[in-house]
């Protein structure tokens, strides 16, 4: 029979005998053998996997958003950087969404990175290029974890969906016994 392992705040993930929670600070998780459960607690434990299953996918759509971001900068920066060794000082600066005005790029001038939450700090173009690709390691560090949980929770659901399954069947076949 499948079993889950239920954190005290009511969160559900398929048990893994390796593994163990390394944070002193982790939920206490508890088995529930998904057999046990009645055909309301498995449905009400399948909607809660699914609200969690959407939350993940916004939380994987928005680092996805994040990472195309910070590729982009990067490249913008390395085009720069380039531009400047080529002494390819003239380009058009958005001035509006439809206005762009001729600027000539400043060699001695540093760049402004937003580190987030409106933070600006002066960088060169190595140091810019070094934190980009930083940032992007941590996106992708991040959406490796929760895609990974993203498939527990899909995985989850389908044997929430499967016991409920069965469990119709069962009370189908037991119905028409006793009918």
Excluded: C
């Excluded at 069965?166 to 076949?173: A, D, E, V, Y």
């Amino acid at each position: 029979m499948d079993t889950w392992t239920v954190e005290e705040d009511t969160a559900v993930v398929p048990a893994v005998e390796e593994q163990q929670v390394q944070e002193s600070d982790a939920p206490k998780q508890k088995s529930v053998n998904a057999s046990e459960l009645s055909i309301p607690q498995l449905k009400q434990l399948g909607q809660r996997v699914h609200a969690e299953s959407q939350q993940l996918n916004a939380a994987v759509g928005s680092l996805k958003t994040a990472g195309t971001n910070y590729v982009g900068s990067k490249m913008a920066v390395s085009d720069w950087k380039a531009a400047k060794e080529m002494n390819d000082l003239d380009i058009m600066v958005p001035y509006t969404n439809l206005l762009f005005v001729r600027g000539k790029i400043d060699v001695e001038a540093p760049m402004l990175v937003e580190l987030g939450a409106g933070v600006l700090m002066e960088k060169t173009d190595d140091q810019a290029i070094e934190f980009f690709e930083k940032r992007l390691n941590m996106v992708s560090g991040s959406l490796n974890k929760v895609g990974s949980q993203l498939q527990q929770k899909q995985f989850a659901k389908m044997a929430i969906g499967k016991e409920i399954e069965t469990k119709m069947k069962n009370m189908q076949l037991y119905n028409k016994i006793y009918s």
